[in-house]
């Protein structure tokens, strides 16, 4: 049964910017991310730029990624940025000791990560070696890809073919301390932060955004020593969050052939991404009333079990209408909540749990998640506007969710953009909308759908689901209608 839904937009009243970093992705070295995904070597068959596969290129440049993170993740605490440098057959292989004991050659390093930011576009995030690494190879890692002089580090970039210093502004120091990177108390981390910070220095005019290690979910004890010892030391504070189907580490479910319960047991489980955005803000708020320090959800998207008969240290999996709706659900509350989130990094891009990309040999497809993020791109530093609506209830047995998650922006243009999730397995949903301050002379939309709530593209047929025009808009007396099916999502846009 469909529902009617009143919705106003207002266009007059902007609340904040909506970062393009909200968009950003996440690479790390496990499983098929790096080696296959992303870098193949100059010398494969598969097309490429520099030994990096040329499709996933020109996917990730489509989806407009504004920011990369690299090398992990719990790698990045084992990982020492020497090996992964200068000529490649001198580079000393390595055992990837966090994701399924395979060795590693070490051919994908800091040139070859900052070489695939500039091919599609994107800013890198750093992620810095706190855990096992010592504070003069963090130093020497900045000085080595900024630092626009003569220096032992400088002079041995120039002699590796890069004599110009790359521009790198986001820099995490240390990652997941409160687990793989370390085991450590906050307290601990937080003057552990502090010291290596201070070696992570601004050369050459560039300038370093440094991000701490924060919390995992709702461990609220480790934010608040974080802001109360170190947040004057800082740019911005990471947090985890990833969704679970069962909420069980040792058993998450399976990512196809799921019931309607567990579809509604885990967007449920996706909505309370706010609870922890709220809740970690609040006690930000008291430290940092400005709000200059952001909070970087740096790693955040479904965990599930891994498909059959792949290497369980790899995290491959399936990605369904399901996750397509995860991830819309997660970026309205991302920009709902931009004044404080500033950056958030999806785990992740190719091979790996919520990824935007699969890739299988010299095969390629996109994922029901990637067209999520290509069609929201046009979000990206827009103006973030207020939405008025009353959502019906979503129902499931005894528990219950809204049925909707919306969000709108107005661009540099002046386009209005309306980007709306129908949660509901079973039930579609009616809109009237108004605009406030803005009228309206045409109207266009995309939808995401499909017949199965399971279903997902595969290398034999990879246009399964894919985004399509969405019929059926009506633009009259400056009111906006538009229906949407169960289980879907849409962009919308609106010009004057």
């Known amino acids: 049964m469909d529902s009617m839904i009143k919705l106003t937009i207002q266009a007059d009243a902007p609340k904040g910017t909506i970062s393009r970093n909200l968009y950003g992705q996440f690479s790390e070295h496990l499983g098929r991310c790096i080696y296959e995904g992303i870098w193949v070597g ?10 990096i596969r040329n499709d996933v290129i020109e996917a990730l440049k489509q989806a407009s990624v504004p920011v990369l993170r690299w090398p992990g993740g719990c790698f990045a605490d084992e990982y020492h940025w020497k090996d992964g440098v200068g000529p490649a057959h001198e580079r000393p292989r390595m055992i990837n000791n966090n994701w399924g004991g395979v060795e590693e050659n070490n051919h994908f390093g800091t040139h070859e990560f900052l070489r695939l930011c500039e091919l599609i576009g994107a800013e890198p995030y750093i992620s810095g070696n706190l855990g096992s690494g010592t504070v003069q190879e963090m130093q020497q890692w900045v000085e080595y890809m900024t630092f626009d002089g003569t220096s032992p580090m400088a002079d041995w970039r120039k002699r590796n073919g890069r004599e110009e210093p790359w521009k790198v502004t986001y820099f995490g120091v240390g990652n997941e301390n409160w687990s793989c990177g370390g085991n450590m108390r906050p307290e601990y ?53 990833y969704t679970l189907q069962t909420g069980d580490w040792k058993d998450k479910g399976e990512a196809v052939g799921f019931s309607d319960q567990e579809w ?25 009333p400005d709000k200059k320090v952001a909070l970087i959800v740096d790693e955040w998207g479904t965990w599930y079990n891994v498909e059959p008969g792949t290497n369980p240290g790899f ?96 661009d540099a243009q002046g386009k209005v953009h309306l980007s709306v999730c129908n949660l509901s397995h079973k039930d579609g949903a009616e809109f009237r909308t108004d605009i406030t301050g803005f009228e309206a002379v045409t ?32 633009l009259a007396d400056g009111t906006l209608s538009f229906r949407l099916p169960p289980a879907s999502v849409a962009v919308i846009t609106l010009e004057q």
């Not at 047991?265 to 930000?284: D, G, N």
């Open 42 to 51: 100059e010398d494969s068959p598969i097309p490429n730029t520099d030994g």
């Open 315 to 410: 995290l491959y999996q399936q990605n369904t209408m399901r996750d397509a709706l995860v991830a819309g659900i997660n970026l309205n509350l991302f920009h709902r909540h931009c004044e404080r989130v500033r950056m958030t990094n999806i785990a992740q891009v190719v091979n790996v749990l919520q990824a935007m990309i699969l890739t299988e040999g010299s095969r390629m497809l996109l994922t029901p998640t990637y067209h999520v993020f290509e069609m929201y791109k046009v979000h990206q530093d827009a103006e973030w506007l207020p939405v008025a609506f009353d959502s019906p209830a979503y129902k499931f047995g005894d528990e219950e969710i809204p049925q909707l998650s919306v969000s709108a922006s107005k």
């Open 443 to 474: 109207a266009s939309g995309r939808l995401l759908s499909a017949e199965r709530l399971d279903a997902h593209n595969t290398f034999d047929s990879p246009e399964t689901i894919k985004p399509v025009v969405l019929e059926g808009i009506v």
């Open 189 to 241: 981390y937080a003057d552990e932060y502090r010291r290596y910070a201070t070696y992570v220095r601004n050369y050459s005019g560039n300038r370093i955004y440094k991000i701490a290690c924060g919390p995992n979910e709702d461990n609220y004890r480790w934010t608040e020593v974080l802001m109360r010892e170190a947040g004057a030391y800082m740019d911005g504070l990471s947090m985890h969050y």
């Open 264 to 288: 509604f047991v885990t967007l449920k489980r996706t909505l309370h991404m706010e609870e922890l955005i709220v809740k970690h803000s609040a006690i930000m708020d008291r430290y940092d």
